[in-house]
């Protein structure tokens, strides 16, 4: 419980940014940090390289266009073409920009990273057990090291000799030491992390160069980023629609002249640059890369962009009871007395028999007593007796000033007061029979000779996650509850916490089974998991998210890790893979939509002089056909740099159906797309008019 209070505390999801868990070591970096926007603007020059642009197709045709104007205005010079040359070489210049800047974001989450990771000596253990110290990047697969406290663990690895706590806020932002022990699950460690205590053998796990952080570093600079098979279909898309353009654009030279009007080059290229989608193609990179920023950003590494797209359209949430829908451990929730005795007489004795008892149950019942009956926890004389738990009797107790205390299973209980004399209670059976068909844990409770009642037990849902399932729900994502539970015990947890099914008594058999049936629906299944038994269903789910603290072959069989190990962290993960698509989507719908306002301020200004009539189409009562031409070009290129702080920040994300998200998308980016050109295309007209430069 105080796990989950802690992470609560760090921010939303509960998760701490690499950039803050340094402690000190750097800052959180902002969308208009002015280093970060000092190195975009320098490698937004060095991306004018025709290899660069050749990669976004809409840029490359405003690159050549850029090429074909300027060779024009040496040829022609004229103040119209010369204006135009520069802003279209702005048009790519900011795309470019947009580009650099989350990279740059990447990057400098990366550069704390760097820092984080300590180039230290490793102890390498010889056959014969002798210790060589070597450079930590030596290390290969299959090596043994030996730490100690207050030493860096050199590399990714498992332990196979001892127990230690360790120091992993590097990794997590989470201050509190961890337990790593060797076999089970908890015996994966990360390369720079640091003992604390003890001594333990490490099993080196991952090759040279191809560590966790290496891995990490790399993905969040983003320079292995591939393009992800929808923004590789939305690519081809907007290249379609350029290269459908270009023929209608160089048509309408020979058109022009059988008119007998005058079309220049300069003009033609303006055109075409502005019927393109060039916003949407100069901020397609930004959006992908910022989404796995966003990630980086809540401590979730994402092994590929495909990753990332995947958990926006994932349809299946495959969830662990323990961790995730409820916190973990069970607590008491009630006091049931029997026999004629009061409930505070039952807490009493109950809170007694448990003060010796760390269990967080045996602490939960103490807590609860104090809760409801206001009875203090009290010294025990020094003669007292603590009876542990066993999995003999099933029972735990005290032996205190004469009395005989015992709290466990019914029938144990139950045999125990007989044994001394006591008589067994229908009431107690009935009270049992009924909290356990509510899906809770009776716990049983027994002065002597003497039963008093029944403890409940039972898994605390956590706050609030009725409603982050119903807003799952909304976007029609299904979820599943998995739990090791009896199917009535499942039941019972699943309906107090809102999911759509459950899985109960669930095998690593089962898991694959659920999530192949799902997937054969044509349904995309995302689940969590932290166990080698889990490596199965992380690999065959189409997201994957191992936890951090979690085997080896559980964060190689997923295709995401959560460096918090907070299981809930998969709902985020679903968020800002649909945040991402949402962005695209809205930024695509504004994108086109813009060019609406960008007909009407330039066909008529092509042919008004032939064709006077055309006069009525310029609604937005534009000074001259120079002013705008002119006037959308530069509203062509000064849109991309307002948009990117969204393209970086994205679409705000509310749950909601696929219908309405569309309504909303057009609503507010198509709609607005049509309405903001001719606003400000009017007011650069009247700008460029005051000038006096054009007539």
């Not at 570093?217 to 629609?241: D, F, H």
């Not at 995730?324 to 005795?341: D, P």
């Not at 269990?359 to 104090?370: C, F, M, N, Q, W």
């Not at 002013?627 to 749950?655: D, E």
Request: aromatic share 4%; proline share 4%.
């Amino acid at each position: 419980m105080v796990d989950v209070e802690s992470r609560e505390a760090r921010g939303p999801g509960g998760m701490t940014p690499p950039s803050e868990a340094a402690g000190g070591v750097s800052r959180r970096r902002g969308l208009f940090d002015r280093e970060i926007l000092s190195q975009a603007a320098v490698e937004g020059m060095k991306k004018f390289h025709p290899r660069v642009q050749v990669k976004n197709p809409v840029m490359f045709v405003v690159l050549i266009g850029t090429v074909v104007t300027l060779v024009e205005s040496i040829v022609h010079p004229s103040l119209f073409a010369w204006l135009i040359t520069v802003w279209l070489a702005l048009t790519v210049y900011f795309a470019n920009f947009a580009e650099a800047v989350a990279e740059g974001r990447g990057k400098a989450q990366a550069d704390t990273l760097r820092r984080l990771r300590v180039e230290t000596e490793a102890r390498r253990l010889g056959e014969d057990g002798s210790e060589e110290r070597v450079a930590a990047a030596d290390l290969g697969k299959g090596d043994r090291v030996v730490c100690e406290a207050g030493d860096v663990i050199p590399s990714d690895g498992e332990i196979t000799e001892g127990v230690a706590s360790v120091d992993e806020s590097a990794i997590t932002g989470e201050s509190a030491p961890v337990i790593r022990e060797s076999g089970g699950d908890r015996s994966a460690v990360t390369g720079g992390t640091k003992v604390l205590s003890d001594r333990i053998v490490i099993r080196i796990t991952a090759e040279r160069g191809h560590t966790f952080m290496d891995r990490m570093i790399n993905l969040v600079e983003g320079a292995q980023r591939q393009k992800t098979p929808n923004e590789i279909a939305l690519t081809i898309l907007l290249a379609a629609l350029t290269i459908i353009f270009v023929p209608v654009v160089v048509a309408l030279q020979p058109f022009a002249r059988f008119a007998g009007a005058t079309v220049s080059v300069v003009v033609l290229v303006a055109l075409l640059v502005c019927l393109i989608p060039t916003t949407i193609g100069a901020l397609l990179s930004a959006i992908g890369i910022a989404g796995m920023d966003r990630l980086v950003q809540r401590n979730v590494l994402a092994m590929s962009g495909r990753a990332v797209e995947a958990a926006g359209d994932v349809q299946t949430l495959l969830l662990d009871k323990t961790g995730t829908i409820t916190l973990g451990n069970r607590m008491a929730s009630a006091f049931h007395a029997v026999g004629g005795h009061s409930e505070e007489e039952l807490a009493a004795a109950a809170q007694l028999a448990s003060l010796a008892d760390e269990t967080p149950e045996g602490r939960s019942i103490v807590v609860l007593a104090k809760q409801r009956f206001n009875i203090r926890e009290r010294e025990l004389s020094a003669d007292h007796l603590f009876v542990p738990f066993s999995a003999q009797t099933r029972m735990s107790g005290l032996d205190v000033d004469g009395r005989r205390l015992r709290k466990g299973a019914a029938q144990a209980v139950s045999r125990w007061v007989t044994e001394r004399g006591g008589s067994p209670s229908a009431e107690l059976d009935s009270i049992v029979e009924r909290v356990a068909r509510s899906g809770a844990t009776p716990l049983a409770v027994a002065d002597g000779q003497d039963l008093l009642g029944v403890v409940e037990l039972k898994d605390v849902v956590k706050q609030g996650i009725q409603e982050r399932f119903a807003q799952m729900r909304a976007i029609g994502i299904r979820t599943v509850m998995i739990t090791g539970d009896n199917p009535l015990t499942a039941a019972a947890i699943a309906q107090e916490a809102g999911v759509d099914d459950y899985l109960a008594e669930a095998t690593p058999e089962a898991k694959m089974n659920l999530i192949k049936a799902e997937q054969e629906g044509g349904k995309l299944v995302a689940m969590t998991g932290d166990g080698t038994n889990d490596a199965p269903a992380l690999a065959q789910a189409d997201v994957g998210v191992a936890m951090n603290t979690g085997t080896t072959a559980a964060k190689e069989a997923g295709n995401m890790v959560d460096l918090d190990s907070n299981p809930t962290k998969l709902i985020d993960v679903v968020e800002i893979g649909k945040q991402l698509l949402i962005t695209r989507g809205a930024l695509t719908t504004f994108s086109i939509a813009n060019d609406v306002a960008k007909y009407f301020a330039i066909i008529p200004a092509l042919f008004v002089v032939t064709y006077p009539q055309l006069h009525a189409l310029n609604v937005m009562r534009l000074h001259s056909p120079e002013t705008a031409v002119l006037s959308a070009v530069i509203f062509n290129a000064l849109v991309i740099v307002a948009l990117i702080p969204l393209a970086l920040r994205g679409v705000r994300f509310r749950p909601s159906g696929a219908a309405a998200i569309l309504r909303r998308n057009v609503f507010i980016y198509g709609v607005g797309g049509v309405i903001v050109p001719f606003i400000f295309i009017k007011l650069i007209d009247l700008v460029l008019a005051a000038t006096g430069a054009f007539h």
